[in-house]
């Protein structure tokens, strides 16, 4: 079965310092991976995605994420963060079975940037 | 444009009382998905619509739970005979028809059951 995994509950970093956000994944065909990002007291925010071509993919407020097959990650990393960026990254995969586009979801990893 | 909108925003209920949450999906996308996040579980999927395919209801935790969806737009979720496991944030989202698109979260509904 298809699955994704974040290891950090939560990442700190200070403001200005580059970040990275980790997931692996376990899928049996081609992976379509996805990061969203939830700000207190909000939905889901889309912010990348991978599915085919460039193994770096770039996506919004100036993030970006690795695909490494080797590996089987798909880390999401910024340059430079900023306390802004503080809120909680969700990995996902679309499930292969069936027809449903339904995505699964990893655990979770609380980003808090320091000023 | 207007993104996916769900009402209420917050609900609190008392245990065994029905509760109706709905969404309202972004123009033209053809695809709905529910899901749910609550605190030790994640986020878990419940239920997809199509358009005028059968849902896939796999994720739906128990036969108190049901969704529908009228003329393919708005989606009711209703949880009867609420218990307090129910209580979560309950997200809906859409995409465009054709895998794998991108899904678009509405802001949630917080249901609390008493």
């Known amino acids: 079965a298809q699955s994704v995994a974040q290891p950090e509950d939560q990442v700190n970093v200070a403001e200005g310092n580059p970040l990275t956000v980790k997931c692996t994944y376990s899928?049996?065909?081609?992976?379509?991976l996805f990061w969203y990002v939830q700000y207190p007291n909000r939905g889901l925010q889309f912010l990348l995605k991978y599915i085919t071509g460039d193994n770096l993919v770039k996506g919004s407020y100036g993030f970006e994420a690795e695909f490494n097959k080797s590996q089987t990650s798909f880390h999401l990393k910024k340059p430079s963060a900023l306390v802004s960026d503080s809120a909680l990254y969700f990995c996902?995969?679309?499930?292969?079975?069936?027809?449903?586009?339904?995505?699964?979801f990893g655990t979770g990893t609380l980003l808090a940037v320091q000023p | 444009g207007a993104g996916v909108s769900q009402s209420p925003s917050n609900k609190v209920t008392e245990k065994g009382k029905d509760v109706e949450l709905r969404c309202d999906p972004i123009?033209?996308?053809?695809?709905l998905y529910w899901y749910r996040q609550s605190l030790g579980q994640g986020l878990e999927f419940l239920i997809y619509f199509q358009g005028n395919s059968a849902p896939d209801k796999s994720g739906l935790p128990s036969d108190r739970f049901s969704a529908e969806r009228t003329g393919g737009s708005v989606s009711t979720l209703t949880i009867q005979r609420t218990q307090q496991e129910d209580s979560a944030v309950y997200l809906c989202?859409?995409?465009?028809?054709?895998?794998?698109?991108?899904?678009?979260f509405g802001p949630g509904t917080r249901l609390t059951v008493l």
């Open positions: 996902a995969v679309r499930d292969e079975g069936g027809a449903t586009n339904k995505l699964i």
């Open positions: 899928v049996s065909g081609n992976p379509y």
């Open positions: 989202a859409s995409s465009l028809w054709g895998a794998p698109d991108t899904q678009y």
């Open positions: 123009s033209g996308h053809t695809a």
